[in-house]
């Protein structure tokens, strides 16, 4: 098993845990990456944007974080680029950087 899909399976085992602890909106952490909006880049991002995309999952707190790849829009692209940020292939969430 690949380490990229045994992260991404990891991630949806802890999805249960994710949505069975209530969260406090406080207001938008301010970090890229950070789609649950949890204060953290971590797999919970991941899994949330699985959640989000796939499984008809709440929507992202705060949108521009969730766009983990800066290309202000937010799909597939931006777990993958947090799974190969987390495994050290990639580099880190950036926002996205609309032409004026
Ligand atoms: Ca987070
Ligand atoms: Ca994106």
Redesign the pocket.
């Known amino acids: 098993m690949s380490r990229k899909l045994a992260f991404v399976l990891l991630a949806l085992l802890c999805t249960a845990l994710i949505y069975a602890i209530p969260t406090i909106a406080v207001g938008c952490?301010g970090?890229p990456?950070?789609?649950?909006?949890?204060?953290?880049?971590?797999g919970?991002?991941v899994t949330?944007l699985v959640n989000y995309l796939h499984l008809g999952g709440k929507e992202p707190p705060c949108p521009e974080q969730a766009d983990a790849n800066g290309d202000c829009v937010i799909d597939d692209a931006d777990i993958v680029y947090l799974i190969n940020y987390f495994s050290g292939q990639g580099p880190a969430p950036t926002f996205c950087r609309q032409q004026p």
């Open positions: 952490s970090l990456g950070d789609a649950n909006d949890d204060g953290q880049v971590i919970g991002d949330f």
